[in-house]
């Protein structure tokens, strides 16, 4: 038997079902069949379904913990769709079956795993689980595993050209999903609104800059990780890296792991304790909005909301820069409305697509409540900035703050444009990265701009 297939208890396959003239067709479903590890995707379904369960099972031995896993893939056979598989492999199923040959489907997995799955895949003439190996006969094919082909007789193929370092590059870019930290600019907010502009103070902050968006991407890779199911069965998410299989499970673990060890590193390399605490609060919020909250109605929201401003209060860390209750109130608001525009956007594309938010707990009846929430909030922000105006500290820092009446009527405009676009449906899915892309934002923030430059120098 070829040691490959890594079987431990082996039985004699029938005679009966060995045919010179016909080959049969022997595939590994652990290894060849799949381009993602089975382990790892146990451990991130039960994550994902259950942590307190997944930390319950890890016991001194590891048997509970293999077993709950198991458990998982054996539900996993049943998933629509199913994990990322190797399509050559599945091609040479088919092929044999139409050429009047069998197929065996061999694992070390429990044998509902090889049941489920065979009966999946639709092209399978016999399973054979744990206990149930088979020691194979001389008339056997083996399927090629990934980059070597495991033949006897191996047919010409084309060989799949591998990445280049660049592509390589890309790939893990988009795991990481880089394009979000244009979010943490919200650290340099409290050096804008305090006019501090001293080397130093923006230094600690660009520190800070740098901690968060690695401790982000690392959180990003997780949920990534924990939403592996939800994504597949999404038509824009299962696209994904790590939901296509373009990013290996593991190397999506180690990732994880390196870049919020690495975040967490630059947060102390600035020095400031502070910094290093808002961080770790960060991480530990994030993580439980993946694990937990985000599947909690408002209470996500709010969450989304409080990490956005977290990033504020990480730069009022870092530069020991006063944190003004003006600013964490307007930051609230206009978060808890722009995250409500988040839900909203998902639920019209629910709505739109027969679709239910998988992982989310919403249905598409609730859209009234979320856009008023939205909009609510949108207008309490603007009434804070407004507000804000007329306080003793503004006539110190700027010399015509009658101008900043111009950046409340531009946020207005601005905020209740966004609502307007989610409500049609034309919202991409994070109204933050929409506003890094969209023209008409742009010019908002050019306007804001000017008005701000002329509030303090005219």
């Known amino acids: 038997m070829d040691p490959a297939l890594r079987l431990t208890d082996a039985v004699s396959l029938p005679q009966r079902h060995v045919m010179t003239h016909s080959p049969v067709l022997v595939v590994d479903a652990d290894t060849t069949l799949w381009r993602t590890a089975l382990p790892l995707e146990g451990f991130w379904r039960l994550a994902s379904r259950s942590p307190l369960e997944l930390v319950a099972a890890a016991d001194g031995s590891g048997k509970r913990w293999r077993a709950a896993i198991e458990s998982e893939l054996v539900a996993m056979a049943a998933d629509d769709p199913l994990p990322p598989m190797n399509e050559d492999v599945l091609a040479a199923m088919r092929e044999c079956r139409a050429q009047g040959g069998r197929v065996v489907l061999v694992t070390a997995r429990p044998q509902a795993f090889a049941d489920r799955l065979a009966e999946r895949l639709g092209c399978v003439d016999e399973a054979h689980g744990a206990g149930r190996a088979v020691a194979l006969p001389d ?77 982000a991407s690392s959180v990003y890779v997780v949920n990534d990780l924990l939403d592996l199911r939800a994504d597949r069965a999404h038509p824009r998410k299962r696209n994904r890296p790590i ?25 102390a390399l600035s020095g400031s304790m502070a910094l290093v605490a808002v961080v770790i609060a960060y991480l530990v919020l994030t993580t439980a909005y993946s694990v937990r909250l985000k599947r909690e109605p408002i209470i996500d929201i709010c969450a989304l909301a409080a990490l956005y401003t977290i990033r504020i209060g990480a730069g009022a860390a870092a530069t020991d820069v006063p944190l003004s209750m003006w600013l964490l109130a307007f930051s609230m608001f206009i978060f808890l409305s722009l995250a409500a525009m988040k839900r909203q956007a998902e639920l019209i594309d629910s709505a739109s697509s027969g679709r239910t938010a998988a992982g989310r707990g919403y249905r598409v009846d609730d859209l009234p409540i979320i ?85 303090t120098f005219l």
């Not at 660009?206 to 968006?213: D, E, G, Q, V, W």
């Not at 939901?243 to 947060?267: D, E, H, K, T, Y």
């Open 139 to 215: 008339a056997v094919l083996d399927a090629p595993s990934g980059d070597r082909a495991r033949e006897k007789e191996p047919a010409p193929a084309a060989q799949a050209a591998p990445a280049s370092a660049r592509e390589t590059l890309r790939i893990y870019a988009r795991a990481m999903r880089t394009y979000q930290w244009s979010k943490n600019v919200l650290v340099f907010l409290p050096l804008l609104a305090a006019h501090e502009f001293s080397a130093q103070a923006w230094g600690a902050a660009l520190l800070a800059f740098l901690a968060f968006s690695l401790v």
């Open 243 to 267: 939901a296509s299989g373009a990013v290996p499970l593991a190397a999506a673990s180690r990732l994880a792991a390196g870049l919020a060890i690495g975040g967490l590193a630059v947060a």
């Open 371 to 455: 856009e008023a929430l939205a909009v609510a909030s949108a207008c309490a922000a603007t009434l804070v900035s407004a507000l804000y105006i007329n306080t003793p500290s503004v006539q110190e820092l700027y010399a015509n703050s009658e101008y900043l009446w111009i950046v409340s009527a531009i946020l207005l405009y601005w905020l209740a444009r966004a609502a307007f676009i989610a409500h049609r449906g034309e919202m991409d899915d994070d109204p933050i990265i929409f506003a890094f892309r969209d023209r008409v934002s742009h010019l908002c923030g050019a306007g804001v701009g000017g008005a701000l430059m002329a509030a």
